[in-house]
């Protein structure tokens, strides 16, 4: 695609639900990053693939928080029984290799009620 | 702790007034990219340094790229309202392959 695609765009759920946030990658990028905004904040690591693998998930802040990739192309965010400190924007970028400028989606807005 | 420190957090300023953000760290970067954030939208990239010492200009935006390649800054000429938005300097380590992000400059510009 043109961009990075995430979906939904948003999303409410109620609390101990589990969600599926969606990250479409631009085509041919094999880094792909997640990150977390809170309301006024800066960005919050969560967790890095190159290609399928993840070299780094350090960020993931508890073990509510899974994430996978596959055919080095779309990522899935999983967060299990959410909480409403989970409330915030997932945003997810993507970048052609390791080092080179990443690309953002518009993100998820999460409001856990 | 945060690899890359940004100052300041916030800043309000008059339609008119120059201003410098700062990004800085104790690390090496192979590079550094600066974003620009506008409520609701993801951050968008407004430019890449590489070399240290390397100055960018992107109309009234100059970007500098520290000589020992572990700090930049940004300096705005004569902010306009649209310039308001949440500046985002994020870098490549030199040993590593992942971006850190800094901690970010809420900017907005009073007309």
């Known amino acids: 695609g043109a961009g990075v695609s995430q979906s939904p765009s948003n999303k409410v759920t109620e609390k101990g639900k589990d969600v599926e946030l969606r990250c479409d990658p631009i085509?041919?990028?094999?880094?792909l990053y997640w990150y977390r905004q809170r309301l006024g904040q800066g960005l919050e690591f969560l967790i890095y693939?190159?290609?399928?693998?993840?070299?780094?998930k350090s960020g993931l802040p508890s073990d509510r928080f899974s994430a996978e990739r596959t055919g080095e192309s779309v990522s899935t965010l999983t967060i299990q029984r959410t909480q409403q400190e989970d409330s915030a924007v997932y945003l997810c970028?993507?970048?052609?290799?390791?080092?080179?400028?990443?690309?953002f989606g518009q993100g998820t807005r999460l409001t856990v009620v | 702790t945060q690899l890359l420190e940004q100052s300041p957090q916030f800043l309000s300023i008059q339609e008119g007034e120059n201003l410098t953000v700062y990004c800085n760290s104790s690390?090496?970067?192979?590079?550094l990219q600066w974003y620009r954030q506008e409520p609701g939208e993801g951050p968008v990239l407004l430019v890449t340094?590489?070399?240290?010492?390397e100055v960018k200009k992107l109309k009234r935006l100059t970007f500098q790229f520290g000589d020992a390649r572990k700090d930049s800054s940004l300096h705005i000429t004569a902010a306009q309202p649209g310039d308001t938005g949440l500046y985002l300097c994020a870098g490549a380590l030199v040993t590593g392959n992942q971006f850190y992000f800094g901690t970010g400059t809420s900017l907005t510009v009073i007309p």
């Open positions: 085509s041919g990028h094999t880094a």
């Open positions: 690390s090496v970067f192979s590079s």
């Open positions: 970028a993507s970048s052609q290799q390791p080092n080179t400028e990443a690309f």
């Open positions: 693939f190159q290609g399928n693998s993840a070299p780094d």
């Open positions: 340094v590489v070399t240290g010492g």
